[in-house]
Structure formats: structure tokens, C-alpha cells
């Protein structure tokens, strides 16, 4: 598996030559970012260059999130689709092969029609990626608190999502798997191995507070290794099916961070040291 | 446009021969049927003789009901399978080109999910269907009771309904269009005229009663021309688009009629002579 | 039907202005353009201007050619996207709702493979449409020669293009229909008539020589009502099967024009009035 | 890897019982059949007493070949709908998850027109299988005389595979990899390790003469390790992608064997002993 960074977690981080650097010095392979950071990357040190840092860094770009707002109207949508077309070109550009988007587990919309809508745009949006050998990630999202926190529960089960990405149809997409997804759905480790690794587009990891998983929040997260995620099940679960892609950090809070980016990034490293020790080879 | 009769509103009818009978003696050009009773219409008459039969009273099948039961466990779906396929080749025997089925609007399952596996189970029965050069339509059902009749909303909306279709994503779905329905979803004759005509897969005719349309239930119909619907907006705003299929009767009630299949069927020649009478030409 | 104009068969055309003005002078109701043209109208006058030119002038814009390029590489497919989104754009908001691409009757690339990848492109072309709430007109190539003038035969007939359609699986993909093609293509009367009209996105109008049909060269063509094509049942059939959409001059010829842009126009509009006579009402 | 027999190589195999027998004996663990021979076994023993042979013998089913012809008129493939239910019914009785078809590299039928055709119905054929969650395999063929032994070349490279794979667009869709079409279109170990293990539906083992090349006949295999191909290659890129699915044997000739089917197994055996020697742990 690949080790990642993404900003979030980190605190400040200026943009994402700062981010790359970090991910570097701690013992990071790959980071998360977006279009708009490649494309201000470009901006500041031209494509070869931005190309060559990276590379001295050894520091690929494992994936880039979903900039069209596929959840609101059509006009929205439609909107979005010029930039996803820039993030995709762009992207791909950067070898980049992933591109990722979170599914709320619940809506203001009513909730089968916002499936057909959702299935509609998600499917243009996979065939628009497909195009420049760009995977499609589509991440559940467990917390209990947020399937209520719109009107109309939606989607937030592993299983339910793989057989709607069967539904979309389209051979590029796959899961997100999130330590903490899995961990507030009541995952198991049978429940990763039931997957085939090409089934899993993108996974990040971050861990969870001891309370009740019902009380569990979306945006108080912890470093891995901190909370009662079981990163033993988790992580070995990926490996004996055999999943090669990247494992990226990503932590939610409320607060910001008092602790310095460098700080940050240099917990994250020995986090994920921690946590993959246990591993097996 | 086709004039048809079904055996929902004309009591008891001993099998489609008398179902055929009826019609031919009181107007119409067409019936709808299933794929059970084409099969027992054959076994009392073989088929070079039945389709005689159909010939000499000038009635053609006009559509069968999808007998697959799509709304309950795959394991149930899956079993129906082999019907739907026996439902095909008999029906296409007959040169019928249509078979229905209705979409409760409320559910008891997760409506976000169930509409994922409703959208593949519809979308295999119109492939199997299209091998048989049979259209599938999607009737919405309007009673506002039956929004509610089960734990989830799902889809009762034209609109959103017509949005679904193409999602399923085969050429040979389209709608089935009820005046009850219409009507209890506040339909209007710009509705019906912002479609094309190959949209409408089959259009069936009953009347409402006048109560507030909050309260008019879907069991609890009366023969076109007896209740509140403006036929005249509905069946002309069909004329306009160019709508050329069937239109067939369906009454759905409460209590058994207690007039005899002769009468009803009298009477359905009368309303449907009634209510066409104010259509252009 | 909604009679149109399109540049080629006027000889010097400035701009999409004097095409408009050409139509509306001629009686005409429409006319064929591009997403370039569009755009450029814009820049010249402005978006509110340029709406209000065509709202006095009576014209409508009927549709634009598909730009991007799906017969070559991925790569330069890719490239096209973007083009193909401000095209969309740009016919949205000129309230046209087509966008049409020609299919050569034979190809270098292998046929089978070529068909596999140009499925995959013109399904991706019809969806980022569709967002727009714009059609994709799909026409076949009917001159013999064309059929030998690649290594490889591709597709030609009708009814083989309607089914390819139906493959590509997007609802809002349809024929263009042009007169040339039919003809070529050994055409009948039947043969539109087996169309139900939703089928057709756009129709063509021009003549052939009157030759060996095998010899009808593809841009060797004449004024609707010079040639040998059968008008009176082209134009019928359209009628017969309700088809209400814009049927647009398309002469294509080996030598330019020697007459002006006005004289071109004018015998457009005396040829469409001739043609049109025959047709019933 | 799990390494299976089919009769194809053992000569006069009375039956899938006599099948799973020799492969029990001969250190095999599962064997390719057919829906029909999986309803006659049930038919001798019942389907209890038949699940109960398979588990003494510690033998599984790896695949069942598709009945369906899809290469023939709409007509013929209709017909074989219910035999591939029926087909998928008893497979997954078996817990047998691979439904198996060649696709010839030439056919009579013009290539691109054919290639439509093919879409549909391995599509629908796909769909079927998918609701008993039955992967479907195509087998890409490679030897050069087939190329032209009918008409028109159709597709027999491997990557042209996968981008059909994509266009038929249904996710239970992948390769079956035959070590005799891996070699005769030029395959690499590089070919191989650049699929992910999910896109491998089935893998067959024949070995092939040592001949030039174009001169390889399809009918005219030899025992694997008895001819050419680098099974060190062809098996270590399968190992190093992670491929877990089964091996089969699939040996075809042109006179029948000389041999008993209880010596062709036991050479069957030996064969695979020895070609899996070399493989990486």
C-alpha cells in the first residue's frame, strides 16, 4: 500500500508544494489534492518543473476530489462540468488516476428521485474521467448524526453503495473506504475481504474518540492510532485481498490545530508508522 | 387512438375468449391481457385458431402485465424471471408490443436504495423484453393515500418518473399514462402535450369521484364520463402530440360490481363513446 | 416541418448574421450553424442583441455540428471536450436543441474495433448534451463511393444505424435524415413510415443527379427539385409520421458557386416552396 | 490458483460425475462443464446427493459455457434466453460464479454492424447471468487463420477486448485468458501484469507447436509444457497480479485421442505438476 497525506490534518498548509515537501520529510509516497491545487502548482513553477519536484520528492498525486457539486440542480451540475474537464486534463497530466467524492447519508431532497438524479450525474462524470484513465471514488459516510441531518435518509451502507456503483455502470468506479465510514457502519474485516481490490478506488484513515459509535462525529476525528479504530482488522484486511493502492490520511475537526504544520505532519508520520507495524508481510 | 377493455371494471369474466367477445361487441379494437391468460387462451384453442379468433372480431392484444415481481427480494425477482421470458414469447406471438407495470408510491424498503435495485431489475426485464420487440411501461400512481401507505415516499411525479426512465437507460421504456393518475397528481393538459408521443407506452382511462382530490382513493374509480376528470383536456391534449397507441379501460373498486360482464361492458362502450365524443379530429 | 437554411449551398456566407437575415428574407424559419458561429455572433453583438436579431427575424437555431473529433485518437477526442461543452453552452442559451455528427460509410481503423470506440465516445458526446438538454443527431452516408473510399466498410444502412443507437444506449440520440442519404441508400417511402417521428432529431433536403445510383457522388449535389429524388414521398412520410421538426438545406458541391449569396438564397427558398407544394396537409 | 480440468483433452469423458473423478484423482480442485451436464448430474443423483459428491471429492464447478448463440439471427438468440436461465439457475446451485464464450476473430457478418449486434446481446446475456452473480468471461481467440476464415476480421486482441468489455458496460463482464491466444496475438508478461486481477474472469492452460507463429492452428494443442509457450511467464504475471481464480485445462485437436480419459487426466495432472513447478511463492 501506498502512504498518503492530504492538508487536512496538517493545519496551515500554504499550498501543495508545502504539502508535498511534508509528505516527503515524514515518510509519505503519495498526497490528495484538487484541481485548483495542481493547477496554482503549474501556475507557480510550470508543468516540468511542478513535474520534477515531485519526482525528487518521490511524491506522486494519488487522487483529486469531485470539484462538480453533483448534489444540487441541474443548472449547478452543468455548470461544474467545464472545471471537471480542467481537473481531469490536468490530473491526468500528473499521472494522477483517482478522483473522489463523499455521498451525505441523507438529504433534503426526496430520496429516490435524488438517486436517479445522482445516478445520472455521476455516471456523466465517470464516463468524462474514463476518458483520461481517471477512477471514480465514492466514499460512504457512517456517522450516525448525519443520516438525520437532513430531511431524508440516503445512502450510507457498504454494500448498498457497491450495487449502486453497479447500477451507474460505468467500469471506472469504486469505493472510498474510510477507516471511520467503516468503523461508525459497524465494518468488519469480513466485510473488506468480501471485496475484490479493484473494487476500492481510494481508502483513507483516521481514527475515532471512545464513545458510543452512535455519538460518534463526523468532524472529531483522530490521528490513527489514537482512538478505538481497529487498524490491525482494517489494514490486514486490505492486504490479504490484496489491495496495492494508496492508504491517505484525512482528519476532520472543529477546531483547527494549534500545533504547527511541521508538527502535524511529523505526528501523521509516526501515526501511520504505528499503525501499519502491524501489518503483515 | 385505440379503444380498449381490460377486466378490471367489468366483473366477472370467464377468460380472455369472453374478454375478447365483450369488446368486439361493444366498440373496442383492443384488450389488455397477461402473459398467463394469452398462454390458457391458446391451450382451449391452439394458436393458429385463437389468433383467427382475435382476427375475425378485429381485437388485437394491446399490452400484458410484467408478471416479474421487481419490488420484492432479488431471490424473488430472479424466480420470475423464466415467467417473464415465457411472457415474451407469447406475447410476441400475438403481436402484442406492450407490457406494464405500475410504481407504488411509497415503500417500505430504503427508498434512496430500493431505487437502485428497481432501476437494474427494470432495466434487465426491458432488455429481455426488447429481444421481443415489446415496450415496457411505467405507470406512476397518484392517490395521495398510497404515498403514504408504506414507511418511505418513492416516485409519483410524471416528471421525475420520466427522469427515471432514462436513467434505466433502454430505448423501449416509457410511460404508462392513467387519467386517475393524472389527475390525482394535478396533471394538466401542458403536461401531457410537453411529451412526445413515443414517451406514452400505453394510456389507461377511468374516472375520479368528486371529493377533494386529497381524498379520492386508488381502489374507489368510476367509468370515464361518470366523475370530475376533464377528459376533454386529456384526451385531446393525446390528439395534439399525436398519440395513436391504446387507450384502454381500467376501473378499480372497492365491491364486487353486481352487473353482469354483458352490462359492464355496455356500459364501458357507452362512456368511452361518450367521453371520445369531444375530441378533435 | 420547420423549414431551415444552412450555409453550405449559398456559396459566401460572412457570418451567422447573414445567414439569418438570407433565411428570413427567403422564408425560412431556422437555420444550421455551429458553437464557433454562435460564439462569434456573440462577440459581435452581444448575447441579448444577438437573441433579439433572431426573435426579429423570425429565425430559430436548429442545430449545431457535433466539433469534436471522435474518429481519430483517444487523445484528440479528449481534446475536443472541452469545445464540445462551450458548444453546448452556447446553444443552450440560444435555445438549440441539436447537435449533429455525419458516420462515414468506411474507415481505416479496423471496423469492429472502430465501432467499439466510437460507441464509448458518441455515449460520452450524448450525455454532456443531454445535460444541456440538447439532442444528438446521428446521420448515415449513403453514396457508393464513400463505401470504398476507406479500407474498411463501416455502416450505411438505416435501420443498422437505429440499432446502433440503440446500443449506445442514450435516450437522447436519434437519426438525421437526409434526403441524399436515402436516396442513396435505395430509400422508401416505407421505410421513413416504420420511424416513429421521435426518432428523427434533424432532416436534410438536397437533389441528385440524375445518374446510376451507384454513381452518385457525395458532393455533386443539387437544389431540392433539380434532381430525381422523390420529394413528394420523403416529405410525405415525414408528414404521415407526424415529424414536426426543422428539415435544413445541405448542398454540398465539388465546385464553389458562381451565383451570390442572395441569388443562392433565393433559389433556396423558390426550391423548398416547390418541394413543400406537393406536400399533404 | 486453482488448477481444473474440463473434458476437453481427456478424450471419452462418460460424464461430469466420470469429469470430477479423474480430477479428483489427478490433484485437480475444480472443472469447467456445461448447464445441460450439471442438470443431467442432478438428474442421476439428485441435487443434494450431487453437492455432496463435489464436496467428497473436493471438487468445485469453475465454469459453465454460455448455451446461448449469440452469432446467429435475432431469432435463434431469443430461443436461447430460457436456456441460459435455466443455465444460470443450476449454476448457482452449484456455487459456480463463471459463465464462459469465445468471440471468433472473423466473422461472415459485416464487422461493424456485427460488433452492435454482439453488444446487445452479450450485454442482456451479462445481465442475466449477474442477477445468480455469475461473472461472465470473454475469450479473445488468436490464431491467424481463424482471422480469415471468414469474411470480415472482427476483434482478437486483447486490449480491443477490454475496451469492448467497457462499452458493453456491465460490471460482471471480464477476460477469459487462454494461454493459446496469450501466445498466437504476441502476448508479454507485461500484457498480463497490466490488467488488474478482477478483469481476469477465467484463465484456460493448452500449450502450442513449435511452429512459426502464423502457422499455428487452433484445433492442434498440445499438453501444457509439452509445446512452446513460456508458462513461466504466463503464470508468474498471473501470480504477480493476484490472480486467485482458476486454471483450467482446455486441450482441442483435430483426431480424437488414442489414450483413455484415466491416462489423459493422469498426464493432465502431470502436466500442470510441472508447468506450476516454476511458479513464484
Redesign the interface.
Known sequence: MIKGLSSAGLGDVKNLEELILLASKNGFDTVDTSGKDLRNFVKDKGLTEAKNFLKEKNITISSINLSVEWRET?EV??EG??VL??DA?IAAKFGCTRCCTYVLPSTDY????????A??RL??CA??L???DIQLGLEFVGPHHLRVAWE????W?MQ?MI?????I???NVGLLLDSYHWYTTGGTYEDITSL????IVHVHLNDAKDLPVEQVLDNDRLFPGDGVINFNSFLNALVDI?YQGPVVQEILTKEPFKESAHDLAKKSGEAFTKVFSSIKN
Open positions: 441541474d451540475f452543468r462540468l467545464s474537464l480542467e486534463k426526496p430520496a429516490a428521485y435524488f438517486m436517479v438524479l445516478t445520472k455516471r456523466l464516463q468524462v474514463k476518458e483520461f431524508n435518509p440516503f445512502i451502507d448498498e450495487d449502486w456503483i453497479e447500477v455502470g460505468e467500469l475484490n481490490p479493484t473494487q490484496g
